[in-house]
């Protein structure tokens, strides 16, 4: 990231200096103003068409009173999840990469949702955002009248900073509240407009031209993992497993199923440039370690394992596969595991967790918040967590079942009374509680024998074409969120990868098609486009709607409070009521400010 900050503070400075000195020696036009990095463009062409596109103005208006309705709705409802948002994270205490604050700056390279490599088309999204929401606002003051003294935009050195359309004062406090309030709402009903012309363009022509590339698409490596010695990197796609051809990340998984322990890869097979063999050698190989109270003997391991060991036997017998090494550690509950540099660590293996205060197990005589590995369960053999949870789903409310656990460090068996999920399960039938927080894999052990992750072409491109849609109403709103996430959609656990646009590795899992394919890699290029114009649509409306001053949901309650103030009020002796819009627009911005601030520094 400290590369990445010093690349963009040299090419600002660059940038910035080079302006400057262009603005010392009068080589800059009149339209163009500089203030230290700050460049303002001022245009009065944007004014001549502002005119020309007002010209129908009892439709502009019918319009405009259907966005102040819509922007106003949008406004109650963010202030009522802006609330829970903050009272969420002060209660819960959540920690997410998300409220980091370089992730805060929308800056590609720095914010680690942003690659450097899909720059152009975010500087370019964000331009598109800004120039139209502030568009919306200089169209309506033309149809309501209201003169503008300036507009144009403005940009850090060269990234777009803002835009703006400065309303002349006189005209604007003679056009009325009603008048005001279509001008503030006009720029949020200008956002979703070109929302949904992008995705027009998006859902149809473009993202229909683009379809996944054959292959299992390599996401990640496992550090010091089988695939990664072998010489498997993140970008690739695997499209062979000696000589069985894949075409998906499903085909890999079935295509590996008939391997044993030393197999080849066809990485990029259909790309002459890229193709390439390799040989793996399949290993267990530790990718994550949860350390217990050694002190107490509910802890799981010896210090020395750590991720990126190489298991290579289980109570002397030899495992070269996770298969191998799940059958070797059924038999007994305790084991001794050995590296291939010789560390021995001794543990029982079984689902790992911390038990619940008042919870079944917690009820059956475990201390509370107790670290317990779980080996059996109603008689039957767990070796992980996935088995506690399996067996946990067949079970109901109150059953009552025997759990074998090594808690404080001994063996006990423990009657437990099942309590309620108070949820449905998977299939939507309520299952037995247990009453215990688990760990994945196996005591807090996770492994992999091959050590790749794939990327979910197939679902990703689900939501860029508006598949993902369930045709319902409520599904324009699912859609519209899940595009919103796409470039954290791993952290909100919409997929398995983020997506910020078919840049870098990720183009190399796509393909052209159809009568745009001569076009190739020009495709991607307006997909990237057309996908963060949406997104910095969507965010820019969404922001602009929470009634906090000075966004444009402050200036809606402003406006709509003075209406009814106004409505009401009689005489002169009245006349101290015109503070309260005032009053209610600082009191509400400020509860939408702490709530905002507490979501970002809290978590």
Not at 316 to 339: M, N, Q
Not at 487 to 506: H, K, Q, R, T, W
């Amino acid at each position: 990231m400290v590369d990445t900050l010093w690349l963009w503070a040299g090419a600002l400075v660059g940038v910035t200096l080079v302006v400057f000195f262009l603005d010392r020696r009068g080589a800059l036009p009149d339209w163009v103003e500089v203030m230290g990095p700050f460049v303002t463009l001022h245009t009065v062409a944007g004014k001549r068409l502002l005119d020309r596109f007002a010209t129908p103005q009892r439709a502009w208006r019918v319009a405009g009173t259907a966005g102040v309705v819509g922007a106003a709705l949008a406004s109650l409802g963010l202030f009522a999840l802006v609330l829970f948002a903050g009272y969420a994270v002060v209660a819960g205490r959540t920690t997410s990469p998300v409220t980091e604050p370089r992730n805060v700056l929308a800056i590609p390279g720095v914010n680690d949702f942003l690659p450097l490599a899909a720059a152009p088309a975010i500087v370019f999204g964000l331009l598109v955002g800004i120039v139209v929401h502030e568009g919306g606002h200089g169209l309506f003051c033309r149809v309501e009248n209201i003169d503008i003294d300036s507009m144009g935009a403005v940009f850090l050195s060269a990234i777009p900073f803002g835009a703006f359309v400065d309303p002349d004062d006189e005209s604007a406090e003679q056009a009325g509240n009603w008048a005001m309030s279509r001008v503030f709402a006009a720029g949020v009903a200008a956002n979703v407009v070109t929302t949904v012309v992008v995705l027009v363009l998006l859902f149809g022509p473009v993202g229909g031209a683009i379809a996944a590339a054959p292959g299992a698409p390599v996401d990640g490596v496992v550090p010091g993992g089988p695939a990664d010695v072998a010489g498997v990197d993140a970008g690739d796609r695997i499209t062979a497993v000696d000589g069985q051809r894949v075409s998906s990340a499903s085909g890999l998984d079935s295509a590996l199923a008939n391997t044993d322990g030393t197999f080849t890869l066809e990485l990029n097979g259909d790309d002459a440039d890229a193709r390439r063999t390799v040989s793996v050698e399949r290993a267990v190989t530790v990718t994550s370690v949860v350390a217990g109270d050694t002190d107490t003997g509910s802890g799981v391991f010896s210090t020395e394992l750590a991720a990126g060991e190489v298991v290579r036997s289980v109570n002397g017998e030899s495992v070269r596969t996770d298969a191998e090494f799940r059958e070797a550690l059924a038999t007994s509950e305790t084991v001794t595991v050995t590296t291939e540099n010789g560390v021995e660590s001794t543990f029982p293996a079984g689902s790992l967790g911390t038990v619940v205060a008042d919870g079944a197990l917690a009820e059956a005589g475990v201390s509370a918040d107790a670290s317990v590995v779980v080996t059996r369960f109603d008689g039957e053999r767990v070796v992980s967590s996935a088995d506690l949870l399996a067996a946990l789903s067949e079970t109901d409310p109150g059953e009552r079942v025997s759990v074998v656990a090594y808690a404080d460090g001994e063996r006990r068996t423990y009657d437990v009374t099942l309590g309620g999920s108070g949820s449905g399960g998977a299939d939507g039938v309520e299952q037995g509680v247990l009453g215990v927080r688990p760990v994945s894999g196996v005591s807090g052990l996770t492994t992999t024998d091959f050590g790749v992750s794939t990327y979910p072409t197939a679902s990703i491109l689900a939501h860029l074409t508006g598949e993902s849609w369930n045709g319902s109403a409520w599904g324009v709103v699912e859609l519209l969120v899940s595009l919103t996430l796409l470039p954290l959609a791993a952290v909100a656990g919409l997929e398995s990868a983020n997506f910020a646009g078919f840049s870098g590795d990720v183009a190399n899992f796509y393909v052209v098609t159809g009568p745009l394919e001569p076009l190739g890699g020009a495709v991607f290029v307006a997909a990237n486009l057309l996908f963060w114009s949406a997104w910095f649509n969507v965010q820019l409306a969404v922001f602009n709607c929470i009634p906090a001053y000075p966004l444009d949901g402050g200036k809606l309650l402003y406006t709509g409070v003075d209406s009814l103030r106004t409505r009401f009020e009689q005489g002169e002796a009245a006349s101290w009521t015109a503070k309260i819009p005032m009053a209610v627009t600082g009191v509400v911005s400020l509860v939408m400010g702490v709530a905002v601030v507490l979501m970002v520094v809290a978590s």
